[in-house]
């Protein structure tokens, strides 16, 4: 799981987490279809089985709830990310507007803008860890910096430029905010120890519906594939959660979009 920041932090796979959750449960499965035959028969009689169906019902139950919490949070911080890259997609299309309403002064200012957002849009688009980090270094900050420092030496010849500088500057300033911020939010907001509790619930409760099953291929491949829905879930869950990278990402359809307005002004 990608979780980066704070002490719960751990740095791990999505794809080896979820074997490892399969791994797991389904294990808990092939538990019960052992200790089936090796308990006394005491421990089988259907007393027995109806307090360890309801002990199997509370766990399901709880774990239901916290595997609900994991997505939302999940799902919460794809949507606050997605946000985050259109807001600064429409604040790239603005400034590009004022630059463009300047004059032909800011030519080279918009030429350097785009380079910059395409390098950004190329990288959301190839969802690889290597090239989404380099945005993270100082020499595409001092890109985006030099931009601002291009702005900042226009010389209004009117009022109407200047007041167009004044909102440049304002657009630039807002946009590295919005830049910095989405770098900043980049940590995990699945809780581990959430996650190590949910597998051990879905672990234990697996380890009951073997308890009681007939050991044949039909059961052991029905388990296999319920463990793998689960697995599967969580899967989702984790890479819901790193949403610049991997198989499930957000869209650079709005980075795209603003860089299809350089070429309309």
């Known amino acids: 799981m990608a979780r980066r920041r ?29 200790l089936r035959i090796r308990l006394p028969d005491q ?53 590009n507007h004022a630059l463009a309403q300047y004059g032909d002064e800011t030519k080279e200012i918009r030429g350097a803008l785009r ?56 657009l630039i300033q807002d946009w590295s905010a919005n830049r910095s911020l989405l770098w900043l939010q980049q940590h995990s907001s699945v809780s581990t120890p959430l996650l190590v509790v949910v597998v051990a619930w879905f672990a234990l409760i697996f380890l009951g519906f073997g308890l009681f099953s007939p050991r044949n291929g039909t059961v052991v491949a029905t388990l296999f594939l319920c463990a793998l829905a689960v697995s599967g879930a969580l899967f989702l869950i984790l890479e819901m959660d790193s949403p610049l990278e991997g198989v499930i990402r957000i869209s650079d359809g709005p980075t795209r979009n603003a860089l299809s307005t350089f070429a309309i002004d």
């Open 43 to 95: 421990h089988l009689q259907d007393d027995s089985k109806d307090i360890v169906k309801l002990g199997i019902g509370v766990v399901a139950t709880m774990a239901a709830l916290v595997l609900g919490l994991l997505v939302s949070s999940a799902k919460a911080s794809f949507d606050r990310t997605s946000n985050e890259v259109a807001l600064g997609a429409a604040k790239i299309v603005q400034l």
């Open 115 to 170: 380079r910059y957002v395409a390098a950004v849009a190329d990288a959301l688009t190839s969802g690889e860890k290597s090239r989404l980090m380099q945005f993270r270094t100082s020499a595409p900050t001092t890109k985006a910096d030099d931009v601002e420092v291009a702005i900042r030496a226009l010389v209004p010849r009117s009022e109407a430029q200047r007041e167009l500088r004044s909102r440049a500057l304002t």
């Open 6 to 34: 704070g002490a719960s932090s751990v740095n791990m796979n999505p794809i080896a987490t979820s074997v490892i959750v399969l791994a797991c449960v389904f294990g808990g499965a092939l538990a019960g279809l052992f």
